[in-house]
């Protein structure tokens, strides 16, 4: 089992800025892909931005060249830097995880419990 834990969220101004950390930790033999993921009040949940091993990116539109994503592999940590932010980023942000627990294992999603962001004057 993979545990994910976050850090990193509270209350910004707009305009302000986040950084937003997970930790991975647990039965760990390869990591795949991590990334955040969010939830605003009354809507699905949605892709923030992801990183693979290799370090490929994706971002939602809403947040390119705002927000940056980064990892530390030695660490199984994934961070969330979130600049020039709006009242639209307010939202549950969620850890993602992907990754196997050994060499002939299958690749398995896992989520953190979440951390709240919210953006308001």
């Known amino acids: 089992q993979v545990q994910l834990v976050e850090s990193g969220g509270g209350l910004v101004q707009p305009g302000g800025s986040l950084r937003l950390s997970c930790v991975a930790s647990?039965?760990?033999?390869?990591?795949?892909?991590m990334g955040w993921y969010r939830q605003a009040p009354g809507k699905p949940r949605e892709l923030v931005a992801t990183?693979?091993?290799?370090?490929?990116?994706n971002y939602a539109d809403s947040v390119k060249g705002r927000f940056t994503i980064s990892k530390d592999n030695a660490k199984i940590t994934v961070y969330l830097q979130m600049n020039s932010l709006n009242y639209e980023d307010t939202a549950v942000y969620y850890c993602?995880?992907?990754?196997?627990?050994?060499?002939?294992?299958?690749?398995?999603?896992?989520w953190g419990k979440g951390t709240l962001v919210t953006v308001s004057s």
């Open positions: 993602y995880y992907r990754g196997a627990a050994g060499p002939t294992s299958f690749a398995v999603d896992h």
């Open positions: 647990g039965t760990i033999f390869s990591t795949s892909r």
């Open positions: 990183i693979t091993s290799g370090g490929t990116t």
